[in-house]
């Protein structure tokens, strides 16, 4: 039976609330795992229903998923010849259950016992048409993991569009109403061509942070689809299809700028990178160029481009230029190291203590140093440090960033000195020491104030606390 503080906001009638949808192409001994965390779920079996779509799978998966359905009555297996994406099995699942929610799951992932349960009480309670779910990787897959620390009831739009991942779950109603489907074809992008659709039709966008309901697998065999290669002209189309969608929106025009300048920084800009952009053929390189100028043209005009924070502006003027040379150049400037930080939110705790959290990013071809934060006395005479910690598992690669964890202590809070404390973050690389001012938070709110303390964004957008005396 369901349990919990929401479990009575399940439906009982004779659909069910939650349609779980699964592709599936060889994915054995991994279909286990995701199987096994179906059976687990605390929402009652009546509750939910599976539907696998076996795409053609020869690694014996098929007859797995037909031995578990004939235990398992809310499961349902369908065979089909190999269609080769995973857009047409998910668009058969669509059309072929009837659960007043809908939930894509990879065959090689893992839900927890709670996940749906918790995903349709939140959707019910909150009128939520999408709702994402609190993400982690696992096996050495990295997610980053500020998206999903906190619920979210209400999601801006440039928010949302920074996960295009299909894992999520989906009214059925703004599916089936608005025609919302995965493109047929094999595209790269797909999921985010599907999103966008719904993104931009949902009355509400939600996510549900706090303990992870879903867990991404980085598969042994590295055939998880997203990692194969792409083209860059596909993979770019499939991005100005994304941003057709958007501008055809109608949104505010600064919903509308922030959008499409996040995924022009994280789709287009990520290729400039340190590192990477040296490794590819000259030729290779050319043809990144060549799409990513014919996008800068349709969605990106320089108040676009004005939006990005360093060093993706600069990049960004770079590609408008086709200038691979200096490209390359930059990319070196850029293996320096060097810290970027934001405040990005806080709450005290019950021994009176105060937990910050810090988005962080670091640029540099090095492993991921350990990360202080830094209060200076603006007076310049005083400064406290404080440790803190990211608890994803960082990989080695060239700009790495995540969310950043860091307790000031009772005793030093009533230590800090009475005036004003600027925040920055700050390590050692090499003998080196490298330092970053804190920014304010773009949109998250700052820590509670008392009569002694006052956290505040000042007027050059950076991140400090006023102490009384």
Not at 62 to 75: I, L, W
Not at 125 to 146: E, F, L, Y
Not at 230 to 254: E, H, M, Q, R
Request: net charge negative; aromatic share 10%.
């Amino acid at each position: 039976m369901p349990h919990g503080p929401h479990a009575d906001t399940i439906s009982s009638d004779d659909a069910p609330a939650v349609s779980v949808v699964v592709p599936v192409f060889n994915a054995m001994p991994y279909l286990r795992e995701l199987l096994d965390s179906l059976a687990a779920q605390d929402l009652e079996a009546s509750a939910f229903e599976v539907f696998l779509v076996d795409d053609g799978s020869t690694d014996g998966g098929s007859e797995y998923m037909d031995d578990f359905a004939t235990r398992h009555p809310n499961v349902t297996v369908h065979h089909q010849e190999n269609h080769g994406w995973p857009g047409q099995p998910r668009n058969l699942g669509i059309a072929s259950t009837t659960g007043r929610y809908v939930f894509f799951a990879d065959a090689d992932d893992v839900l927890a016992p709670q996940a749906l349960r918790e995903l349709v009480a939140f959707a019910d309670i909150h009128g939520s048409d999408v709702v994402i779910p609190s993400m982690a990787g696992t096996h050495g897959r990295v997610v980053p993991p500020w998206l999903y620390i906190k619920t979210d009831v209400d999601v801006a739009l440039p928010k949302a569009f920074k996960t295009l991942a299909p894992q999520k779950l989906y009214r059925r109603s703004l599916l089936v109403d608005n025609d919302i489907l995965f493109p047929l074809e094999k595209v790269r992008l797909e999921d985010g061509i599907f999103n966008a659709q719904a993104y931009l039709l949902a009355k509400r966008i939600s996510v549900l942070g706090g303990e992870t309901l879903y867990f991404l697998r980085n598969r042994d065999d590295g055939q998880n689809i997203s990692s194969g290669g792409f083209d860059p002209a596909g993979y770019t189309g499939s991005l100005a299809s994304i941003c057709d969608a958007v501008v055809a929106a109608s949104l505010a025009p600064d919903v509308t700028a922030d959008v499409l300048a996040g995924l022009y920084r994280r789709k287009c800009l990520k290729i400039y990178t340190p590192g990477r952009f040296e490794r590819y053929s000259e030729k290779r390189r050319q043809a990144w160029l060549e799409a990513h100028g014919a996008f800068i043209e349709r969605f990106i005009p320089e108040s676009v481009e004005n939006r990005l924070a360093e060093p993706y502006k600069s990049r960004s003027a770079l590609v408008r230029r086709k200038d691979a040379e200096a490209l390359l150049d930059l990319g070196r400037n850029e293996e320096d190291p060097r810290v970027t930080a934001a405040f990005w939110g806080g709450r005290p705790l019950e021994d009176g203590s105060l937990e910050l959290f810090f988005e962080a990013s670091v640029v540099g071809r090095f492993e991921m140093p350990s990360l202080v934060c830094e209060l200076r006395h603006r007076d310049g005479n005083g400064l406290m440090a404080v440790p803190v910690k990211r608890d994803q598992r960082i990989q080695t690669v060239y700009s790495k960033a995540g969310l950043f964890r860091g307790i000031l202590t009772a005793q030093a809070l009533n230590d800090l000195r009475a005036g004003t404390h600027d925040f920055f973050l700050a390590t050692y690389i090499d003998r080196k020491y490298i330092t970053s001012r804190v920014r304010r938070p773009e949109s998250s709110g700052l820590p509670i104030t008392d009569s002694r303390m006052h956290f505040y964004g000042t007027g050059q957008g950076n991140f400090s606390l006023s102490v009384a005396n």
